[in-house]
């Protein structure tokens, strides 16, 4: 087969995926229809793909509007974002290294709490509210989300726990519309 008639091989099957896309396309439901189509590389033909360094994995984790922290198997912090420094108090320099029950846990609630952190590290999810405490001592609820964090391998190597104080919630939950607004529209002051 010559250069030619490749190159019109080519072009035939790409004109049929063309077709095939737009057949498609009629058949799903307008709401989930693509309105933007991804750039194609001219070169390799390929769709491209964004792609996120790792250091901008660290400021999307960081720019969450959630206490972020990451544990190892043994309860040791290995990460922690700018919201767990407001929430708990503690900046990631104090934090990163120490057992999260000691760092964050009322004594009468350890057990508990270690329950919990046994159960992710055999897999399970753990969503809830719980008590703790920030570096002053004082203690107050969260409503927490901790996750089992596998390696590429499928290796449970750690626990992802996302964490939102309890009274922020509450703030938001009995929000009222502002009467010079649209009744669509609310306020929150955090």
């Known amino acids: 087969m010559d250069e030619e008639e490749l190159l019109k091989k080519v072009r035939a099957l790409e004109e049929g995926q063309a077709e095939l896309r737009r057949q498609v396309s009629k058949l799903r439901p307008p709401e989930r229809r693509r309105t933007l189509r991804q ?4 070169s390799s033909r390929r769709r491209l793909r964004p792609t996120l360094s790792h250091r901008h994995h660290l400021m999307v984790l960081n720019c969450l509007g959630q206490a972020v922290h990451v544990l190892d198997p043994q309860g040791k ?14 900046p990631a320099s104090e934090a990163i290294g120490q057992n999260v029950t000691k760092l964050l846990v009322h004594h009468s609630d350890i057990v ?12 399970k999810r753990w969503r809830g509210k719980f008590p703790v405490k920030n570096k002053s001592g004082e203690r107050f609820s969260i409503v927490t989300d901790g996750t089992p964090l596998y390696d590429e391998d499928g290796t449970l190597i750690g626990l992802i726990c ?22 669509n529209k609310y ?3 955090v």
């Open 39 to 42: 750039p194609i590389c001219s």
């Open 112 to 123: 508990a709490a270690s329950s919990i952190i046994g159960d992710i590290f055999t897999g």
């Open 187 to 189: 306020y929150v002051i």
């Open 77 to 90: 912090v290995l990460y922690w974002n700018r919201c767990a420094e407001l929430l708990y108090g503690y």
């Open 162 to 183: 996302l964490s939102e104080d309890t009274r922020t919630l509450e703030a938001i939950l009995t929000l009222q519309p502002k009467e010079d607004y649209n009744a």
